[in-house]
């Protein structure tokens, strides 16, 4: 062996040391079965046996109509859930027409400002028979309202409508931006969406709490599982603290996580996350349903790790991630494509990503097997590992006073900060190797086809929105208006007014005006 390799340090993407080979003695492992409590090894005793995952596709841009064939398409390509992208006007609570909304429309996601486009975003799509996650935070309760009436104009009712809303507004005080409100007009609203789906929408999971932009900003693995984990806390003791009983709630809650490239630390950061949540909701909260113990959660492969340069290659990446999302034991998942660097997904690419995660379903023969990497000395010393620095992190928090806390201090802001500035310093010395980028670079590249925004499109949802307005009951929309106010303004739940208010024909925006009003708007400390 030569020194330089004998003197050389192996380290995980968390700053994990890597071992050259590992033993038992490295390793505590969990002899526990899947399906039984803390759930390390798999939520299900038969896992993808009794069931595959479900592959999702996450998509939405433009008009409603034109995401509404892209979702039909991705269902005849065998798809078995919708997974909804809202534009930045949507998710930041502005009609399109709103001045701040020029040249957002559309972009990033479906533009939604009332109940006639969320009619034509599911047109022909039995919400009776799909699951549907979204992907909201701010203004998250208006558009389930908007689906829970869509529902109910198909004839389902929302007792049998199944899904998901983001709902996680902590993340984006910490990673992302969307965020409306200061954290307890928001954390209220959150609450009294807990409450009204445990009686009116019971088989909706009303948040998905989010790691998934935390690692986007730069975080590493065990940070993405610290502070998911304090913001899931940080909800259930605001729920209890509203008056929740934790078993009435609990099950309903999911989680969203990221993958990345580093294989078996991905799959062991899902074995950690699960272990220490069954203990979180049995030691600390008392829940005694098994099923507030469990985290379930949806994956979905890096956006981040996609690179511009040599794009197909990012094919390879989103298999090698996915793969270790299913040996982790997700729920749900959704594969990237391999043009998102670019741009919107192309139908090709979408499903290619689609397929994807087919092939692993029903060729691999990975599914198979329930938790084939249970007993891996490696796999369980990585879990070990990860579980103890993410409780440190914990630890620190509860320090701080809890999650809200700590935001405000901006103390996770600050660690991802550092996290996102060690890697790419690790990029630029090519410590880390990032193929085509820094290494393995070509000096000419054939183009790819790239999806585009026609930006005529927004200018006519400028003209929808402002059509809706024109033609509704302008009195009628004014008291349902009314009484969101009344209801904020008050301790009443806030959600009823909100359905009532698309009903009417409210818009995205005015909703989110009238809350702006009562609960403010946050500055984020500098």
């Known amino acids: 062996m030569s020194e330089k390799l004998r003197k050389a340090r192996f380290t995980t993407d968390a700053d994990i040391e890597i071992k050259g080979a590992y033993g038992p003695e490295?390793?505590?492992?969990?002899?526990?079965?899947?399906?039984?409590?803390?759930?390390?090894?798999?939520?299900?005793?038969?896992?993808?046996?009794?069931?595959?995952?479900?592959?999702?596709?996450?998509?939405?841009?433009?008009?409603?109509?034109?995401?509404?064939?892209?979702?039909?398409?991705?269902?005849?390509?065998?798809?078995?859930?919708?997974?909804?992208?809202?534009?930045?006007?949507?998710?930041?609570?502005?009609?399109?027409?709103?001045?701040?909304?020029?040249?957002?429309?559309?972009?990033?996601?479906?533009?939604?400002?009332?109940?006639?486009?969320?009619?034509?975003?599911?047109?022909?799509?039995?919400?009776?028979?799909?699951?549907?996650?979204?992907?909201?935070?701010?203004?998250?309760?208006?558009?389930?309202?908007?689906?829970?009436?869509?529902?109910?104009?198909?004839?389902?009712?929302?007792?049998?409508?199944?899904?998901?809303?983001q709902n996680d507004i902590l993340k984006e005080y910490i990673a992302r931006g969307t965020y409306i409100y200061p954290p307890a007009g928001s954390m209220r609203i959150i609450t009294d969406t807990f409450t009204y789906c445990s009686r009116e929408v019971p088989q909706w999971n009303t948040v998905s709490i989010s790691g998934y932009h935390i690692r986007e900003a730069g975080s590493d693995a065990v940070q993405e599982v610290a502070f998911t984990l304090g913001d899931g806390i940080a909800y259930v003791d605001a729920a209890l603290?509203?008056?929740?009983?934790?078993?009435?709630?609990?099950?309903?809650?999911?989680?969203?996580?990221?993958?990345?490239?580093?294989?078996?630390?991905?799959v062991a950061k899902f074995r950690a996350a699960r272990r220490m949540w069954a203990r979180i909701m049995k030691d600390r909260f008392g829940a005694k349903s098994p099923k507030s113990h469990m985290l379930r959660f949806h994956t979905q492969t890096a956006g981040v790790t996609l690179q511009a340069q040599q794009p197909l290659v990012n094919v390879v990446r989103v298999t090698v991630q996915a793969l270790a999302a299913v040996l982790g034991g997700t729920q749900s998942l959704h594969t990237n494509s391999y043009d998102e660097a670019l741009g919107l997904p192309t139908e090709e690419a979408?499903?290619?990503?689609?397929?994807?995660?087919?092939?692993?379903?029903?060729?691999?023969?990975?599914?198979?097997?329930?938790?084939?990497?249970?007993?891996?000395?490696?796999i369980e010393a990585l879990t070990d590992e990860i579980e103890k620095r993410a409780q440190a992190y914990l630890d620190e928090i509860e320090k701080l006073g809890g999650m809200v806390a700590a935001i405000e201090r901006n103390y996770p802001q600050k660690e991802i900060e550092r996290r996102a500035y060690e890697h790419q310093r690790a990029v630029e010395a090519k410590q880390r190797i990032v193929v085509g980028v820094n290494e393995y670079v070509l000096d000419t590249e054939e183009p790819i086809p790239v999806a585009k925004i026609d930006p005529a499109l927004e200018r006519e949802q400028c003209q929808r929105v402002q059509a809706v307005r024109a033609r509704r009951n302008a009195a009628e929309t004014a008291r349902a208006l009314q009484a969101l106010d009344d209801a904020a303004q008050g301790t009443a739940n806030v959600v009823p007014p909100i359905v009532g208010a698309v009903k009417a024909l409210a818009t995205v925006g005015e909703i989110a005006d009238v809350l702006r009003k009562r609960f403010g708007e946050y500055q984020p400390a500098h």
């Open 26 to 165: 490295d390793a505590r492992g969990d002899a526990t079965a899947p399906g039984s409590f803390p759930y390390t090894r798999g939520v299900q005793p038969t896992m993808y046996r009794g069931q595959l995952w479900t592959m999702r596709q996450y998509a939405g841009f433009g008009t409603a109509a034109e995401s509404n064939r892209r979702y039909k398409y991705l269902l005849a390509q065998g798809g078995k859930g919708l997974s909804v992208a809202f534009d930045l006007p949507t998710q930041m609570g502005r009609d399109s027409d709103h001045a701040m909304s020029r040249g957002e429309v559309g972009r990033v996601g479906v533009a939604i400002d009332s109940l006639e486009d969320m009619r034509v975003l599911f047109d022909g799509i039995p919400l009776g028979e799909v699951s549907t996650s979204m992907t909201i935070n701010a203004t998250a309760a208006t558009l389930l309202a908007l689906y829970v009436a869509v529902g109910e104009e198909q004839g389902v009712p929302a007792k049998s409508l199944r899904g998901t809303i």
């Open 241 to 266: 603290h509203a008056g929740l009983a934790v078993d009435d709630f609990a099950p309903r809650l999911s989680f969203f996580f990221n993958v990345h490239n580093n294989f078996l630390e991905e």
């Open 350 to 378: 979408a499903r290619i990503a689609l397929r994807t995660q087919q092939v692993i379903g029903h060729e691999s023969g990975v599914a198979d097997f329930i938790d084939p990497f249970g007993g891996s000395w490696a």
